[in-house]
């Protein structure tokens, strides 16, 4: 057994369900104060988080993860029980194997070993760990980043450990990502007989010619790095399941990804205009998650090209696809933020599972980064 797998196994036995951390960040604490790491636990609301920084000088080198993982659903439907770390056929299995705990092993793995052969090394090397990264992330990474920035504590450059690899390990680097911005929209109207429709107003008919224009526009034409802003309707409601009543309101959610080439600003402003052109009345609660954020270039990028290709004997391409991370809350402090981790197959699926022999390959190419960056 390696030490990766040792640590991953450690961990994925822990019920770390979002906000809980289950005495994740204590053990990985205890195991790196070894290492001189100095600890500050920093506790927002329910949410546990840890930052832990070897070194002093600039720059500085974050590692940054979560410790929580989302719910198993119905664990009779699990291959083995997802709390009880189970190995089969080269593969490790539990719920937060992949998403992302066997990254969190692997990179503090990475950093023993460079570490042990670099005890003077340059620079500083620190983990950021939350318990609220699957949650609301309200109380996790935002509200670190901010404590740091109140310390003057500034991060050069970041590695995040989401699961970004999409057929073999380290094949890909998210070096961005989309912006998101979701909104709730209640369209009123007035209940009525559909027989009598001059006695009621109809919201579907008031929102049907808004949602036609919204989802023709070609927002913009993206870049190198990002595909075009897409718009999505996730869910619409209306009516009591009567055929012969005009329902009063109509409820409507949707989304926005978005690229570099947009403010959720004038995504915003667009939407306005359309119901007010369409004599909507309305409500509508917007929900900004993340700004979109791009490291192209940089020392970081470099390092990980050149680090994926020494190790693996491959290159690796870089990717803004996917969902939200927390990178999105570190990149705006103008660090450079990458994120790399396993093949993200099965993250919040029944049975998540990592191969076990990428997870040393992982570590290796931490190593490799760590030494490209800050080695004696």
Not at 25 to 53: C, M, S, T
Not at 74 to 79: F, L, V
Not at 170 to 180: E, F, I, L, Q
């Amino acid at each position: 057994m390696s030490e990766c797998l040792d640590l991953a196994i450690e961990l994925i036995k822990r019920p770390s369900i979002t906000p809980k951390d289950e005495q994740c960040q204590p053990y990985i604490a205890q195991r790196l104060e070894k290492l001189d790491f100095k600890a500050e636990n920093l506790r927002f609301g329910e949410v546990d988080n840890l930052w832990l920084r070897r070194g002093t000088d600039a720059p500085l080198f974050v590692f940054a993860g979560h410790t929580d993982v989302v719910p198993t659903g119905d664990e009779s439907r699990w291959q083995f029980p997802p709390f009880e770390p189970t190995q089969h056929e080269g593969y490790l299995y539990g719920r937060g194997a992949a998403d992302m705990k066997g990254n969190i092993a692997a990179f503090i793995v990475a950093c023993e070993r460079f570490v042990a052969k670099n005890p003077h090394h340059k620079g500083s090397i620190a983990y950021l760990l939350t318990s609220d990264e699957e949650g609301p992330a309200i109380d996790g990474t935002v509200k670190v980043i901010e404590h740091l920035q109140a310390q003057q504590t500034h991060i050069d450059w970041c590695l995040v450990g989401e699961p970004s690899s999409s057929n073999k390990v380290a094949d890909t680097v998210k070096n961005g990502r989309r912006g998101s911005l979701g909104a709730h929209l209640l369209v009123k109207g007035v209940q009525g007989h559909v027989a009598y429709p001059h006695l009621a107003d109809n919201p579907i008919h008031r929102f049907a010619p808004v949602l036609h224009e919204l989802s023709q526009i070609r927002w913009d034409e993206g870049n190198s790095f990002f595909p075009p802003t897409s718009f999505q309707v996730s869910n619409i409601q209306a009516g009591t399941g009567a055929t012969n009543m005009i329902p009063g309101e109509l409820a409507v959610k949707f989304n926005f990804r978005y690229s570099t080439e947009l403010k959720h600003t004038d995504i915003q402003q667009t939407v306005l205009d359309l119901l007010a052109k369409h004599n909507v009345d309305y409500e509508i609660k917007w929900e900004h998650s993340g700004k979109p954020f791009l490291t192209a270039k940089g020392e970081l990028v470099e390092a990980a090209q050149a680090a994926v290709q020494s190790v693996c004997g491959y290159e690796t391409e870089l990717s803004t696809s996917g969902g939200t991370s927390d990178g999105r809350f570190i990149a705006p402090t103008g660090a450079q933020v990458i994120e790399l981790g396993v093949l993200n197959d099965t993250i919040h699926k029944l049975n998540e599972r990592i191969c076990i022999a990428d997870l040393d390959v992982l570590a290796d190419v931490y190593e490799n980064i760590l030494q490209r960056l800050l080695g004696e």
